[in-house]
């Protein structure tokens, strides 16, 4: 395939200002009558040919202004639709095409998941509908007519509001329309038709009008939409509240299938979602699964400004509308929970998925300058990383000016299709300063590394911070120059308390922040009365790493001492980090495994500090994980030693330290309650309990069953399984037989009974692992069925993905062949997994060019897993 530009970009010849779709729907000859209004562009010569594209599609007739096309003025193919000679003034082009949705196994375009009827066009969804300019700077008003059998769909759902529904007479037969007056582009477009329950509620908007709310969902489960539907006013409030922005149709509908590639997607006025992130109820969702639904409905809704109302010039500018969601929902999430808790997870995610693809073959700038597939660029850079470039953005100009800049930008954009540097003038604007340079956050791939000197003179009473940044080289990316870099920082006293920040005028510090913009650049702190201890990057403020040579007992003090909360749970983090990379070189070598008692001490005042926040506290004793360690590793990884660190140092924590742990993993017996204070408490008992169970003292397996057999929510439930299973502990197999026998009939309860088993680290995991493939539930189709046993396990398993027979990439490269003609998607986001393969040791790291090899020696490759193999193996 052809590599797309974005230095070639230039706007359509031709505009599309409204279009009527009718659209007949039927299991396998679903018909759509398009009728493009179209005009051409101010700087086209008249009769300059107009291209639509397609995929896939048959067409059945074509019209000009209302008369059949001559055959030889077009060309028609399953891709593609050319006028030769369209005409000089305005024109109806009037397509009509014929689809099949049940065929539909890509889950792109128009589909059926359960008997729904469904659609899914972002990115290039919308030309297996219908032929289109199918990009996302064509905005037009739709129309959409939808028809169906009255008993097949009784519902009919399209974008904006309705306008008209009825019966059609001496059939079974019934229709609705529905008419958006914002202009949109065809990424946007849905509509549903099926047999679905409503949920309905009412919002009223800050200026007073009344919204209709509707969740709907399968009959049987209205039930499990009132944390989506509470997550849904909250959010609604917040973006009035926090950006004065107020939502814009008389509707608000959103629809929960089973089969979809994604999380959701924001359609206008119809966001379709994913249904674990609508459906949740205490008995089948963990407290995990809450929060993913209350980030995900804010992070749908919140598209209606920052992506729906302005949205991408083209896909390369992806991180216009997804890297400001994200940062917006992530704001949302930490006013609805504890801020310094949701900092730390999303740090976590960052680093578990972001700093692996920004360190490997799959790196990319946060704004892509080339692509093959764009849906190979729906990633943690654009989605992650792009948030926290704008949460940078934030830190550096202060929250007037940015709130000021955002304004500005809903002011100045609204309705029109943009790019970043639109976007950044309006801040560049607002703050009276220049971003230039902070743009190079969106065109440089790679994760900054900050190498930190810092030297305190007594006599000066100074202390010297010298701060140097450089990008480690990628392919393609050699050179790279200096970023504006956000470094949050205090210093603190003897006893513990922050200092004064007194920095020379030479210094760029403003606040508790310095501006790093240089390579290389000295920043001086005056009045500093003793030697302090540094805490730096405080909340997380870049998305770099640091070179610090802390000592251990500086860590140590900031674990214990740190005003922020942040930086503590990093300080732990750390020492914890250099123990296990320390104990990962023993195992390597034979040598029993020591963990430091120092170290291990520490964590037993993390578990008995009361005045902590229990959900701190659990993020604290969650030690890196085990791609966490071969991520800062970097290079001649082997999985198994790190798996026997972690473990030392767990086992260590969990033997030391047991009667504390003991009395931690009690629960307090309330009534379930979905809130964050409650979800940590639950969340620090589990992580009790889980170093509990590495430890395996006499009558450990008996809790952990009787966990699992009383648990009054999922949360309890599935971490005690998952140790029992984990552990190899004696009721593992009557605790997921019982589990089976409970949920059978719950695909979302079940996605996590296969979860489970596919992340076990043990030998014996694999056959049971390979034999569940054929287990009557597991279902290759369904894409959350088959991300829970295979992806789960290619990315969540370590020691068995990357053994050292090969047999886990066979298993994985092997699934990827099978499913990569029916859902190119699903196949390709797996085999992203292997991203990190060059990291491995030589001979894993053989093993996985072997597997990457044998696909890319396939040569009817879907676009999307040929350019992820291509440049795995680049
Ligand atoms: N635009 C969707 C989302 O991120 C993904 N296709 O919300
Ligand atoms: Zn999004």
Redesign the pocket.
């Known amino acids: 395939a052809v590599a797309i530009r974005l230095e070639d970009y230039a706007p359509a010849p031709y505009r599309i200002s409204k279009l009527f779709l009718d659209v007949k729907l039927a299991p396998q000859a679903t018909v759509v009558t398009a009728e493009l209004h179209i005009e051409r562009g101010n700087a086209t010569k008249a009769g300059t040919p107009l291209e639509l594209d397609g995929d896939g599609l048959e067409l059945e007739g074509v019209q000009i202004d209302g008369f059949p096309a001559d055959p030889a003025a077009i060309t028609a193919t399953p891709d593609k639709l050319v006028l030769h000679s369209p005409p000089a003034d305005p024109f109806v082009l009037t397509i009509r095409t014929r689809v099949n949705p049940e065929a539909n196994t890509q889950l792109m375009g128009l589909y059926r998941s359960s008997g729904t009827y469904c659609t899914q066009c972002?990115?290039e969804g919308f030309r297996r509908i219908t032929y289109f300019l199918d990009r996302p700077d064509i905005l037009s008003v739709y129309t959409t007519r939808i028809e169906a059998r009255k008993s097949d769909a009784p519902i009919l759902l399209g974008n904006g509001n309705p306008s008209e529904a009825g019966d059609i007479p001496g059939t079974d037969r019934h229709y609705a329309i529905w008419h958006d007056p914002f202009p949109k582009p065809s990424y946007l477009f849905a509509l549903v038709g099926g047999d679905l329950a409503a949920v309905r509620d009412t919002f009223t908007t800050s200026s007073g009008r009344s919204v209709d709310l509707a969740i709907y969902v399968e009959h049987g489960r209205e039930n499990w939409c009132d944390w989506a539907m509470d997550s849904l006013k909250r959010s609604m409030r917040w973006d009035e509240e926090t950006f004065g922005l107020e939502y814009d149709l008389d509707v608000f509908n959103i629809v929960a299938v089973s089969d979809f590639n994604?999380?959701?997607?924001?359609n206008k006025g119809l966001n379709i979602f994913n249904d674990k992130y609508v459906l949740a109820d205490p008995q089948t969702a963990t407290d995990q699964d809450y929060a993913n639904v209350e980030a995900v409905i804010a992070?749908?809704y919140f598209?209606n400004w920052t992506?729906n109302r302005i949205t991408c010039r083209d896909w390369f500018q992806l991180c216009l509308?997804?890297g400001l969601?994200v940062f917006r929902d992530q704001e949302f999430s930490s006013d609805m929970r504890s801020r310094p808790v949701k900092r730390i997870s999303d740090v976590r995610l960052l680093k578990a998925h972001q700093f692996p693809e920004d360190a490997g073959p799959l790196a990319h700038p946060v704004r892509p300058r080339t692509y093959r597939e764009i849906n190979n660029f729906?990633t943690a850079t654009v989605?992650e990383k792009g948030a926290e470039v704008v949460r940078m953005l934030k830190t550096l100009l202060g929250p007037d000016s940015f709130r000021a800049g955002m304004d500005l930008y809903f002011q100045r954009h609204d309705g029109e299709a943009t790019t970043i540097e639109a976007f950044l003038a309006c801040f560049a604007e607002a703050a009276g300063t220049d971003l230039d340079q902070f743009a190079l956050w969106y065109e440089q791939a790679g994760t900054p590394l900050i190498k930190v000197d810092c030297t305190y003179s007594e006599e000066n009473q100074e202390l010297r911070l010298t701060l140097s940044q450089s990008i480690p080289p990628l392919p393609g990316q050699d050179e790279t120059d200096p970023n504006v870099i956000p470094v949050r920082f205090g210093l603190l006293g003897e006893d513990g308390k922050d200092m004064d920040l007194v920095p020379t005028p030479a210094s760029d510090v403003s606040g508790d922040m310095m501006v790093l913009k240089q390579r290389t650049q000295t920043f001086t702190l005056q009045n500093v009365q003793a030697r302090p201890v540094l805490s730096l990057l405080r909340r997380f403020s870049a998305p770099v790493r640091l070179d610090f040579d802390q000592s251990k007992q500086d860590l140590l003090f900031l674990a214990q001492r740190d005003s922020d909360p942040f930086n503590r749970w990093q300080a732990t983090q750390t020492l914890a980090t250099r123990e296990l990379i320390r104990l990962a070189g023993d195992a390597r070598q034979d040598k029993a495994l020591l963990p430091d008692v120092k170290l291990v001490d520490a964590f037993g005042e993390t578990i008995s500090d009361t005045t902590l926040d229990p959900a701190f506290r659990a993020q604290t004793l969650d030690l890196p994980s085990e791609a966490d360690i071969a991520r800062d590793l970097g290079k001649d990884v082997d999985p198994d030693a790190i798996h026997a660190a972690r473990q030392a140092l767990r086992k260590a924590i969990g033997l030391q330290h047991h009667s504390a742990l003991i009395g931690a993993a009690q629960l307090d017996g309330e009534a379930f309650s979905p809130d964050a204070a409650a979800a940590g408490q639950r969340a620090f008992a589990n992580r009790a309990l889980s170093l509990l169970a590495v430890a395996d003292e006499p009558g450990t397996a008996e809790l952990l069953k009787t966990r699992f057999d009383m648990a009054t929510n999922m949360t309890d439930r599935i971490s005690a399984l998952l140790m029992l299973v984990h552990n190899g502990l004696h009721g593992s197999e009557a605790a997921l037989a019982a589990f089976l026998n409970r949920f059978q009939d719950t695909s979302l309860a079940m996605d996590k009974w296969f979860m489970v088993q596919a992340t076990a680290p043990k030998e014996d995991a694999f056959d049971r692992i390979t034999a569940l493939t054929a287990h009557p539930l597991f279902d290759k189709t369904n894409p959350n069925r088959l991300r829970s046993l295979v992806q789960s396990f290619a990315t969540g398993n370590p020691t068995q993905f990357s053994h050292a027979s090969g047999r886990g990439f066979d298993f994985v490269a092997d699934m990827v062949l099978e499913i990569d003609n029916r859902n190119p998607q699903v196949a390709s986001r797996l085999l992203t997994s292997f991203r990190s393969w060059r990291a491995l040791e030589e001979n894993r790291a053989a093993l996985a060019k072997q597997a990457l090899l044998r696909i890319s020696a396939e040569d009817d490759l879907s676009r999307d897993t040929r350019d992820i193999v291509d440049r795995c193996l680049q």
């Open positions: 972002e990115a994604m999380g959701a997607m924001e992070h749908e598209h992506g509308k997804e969601t729906y989605y």
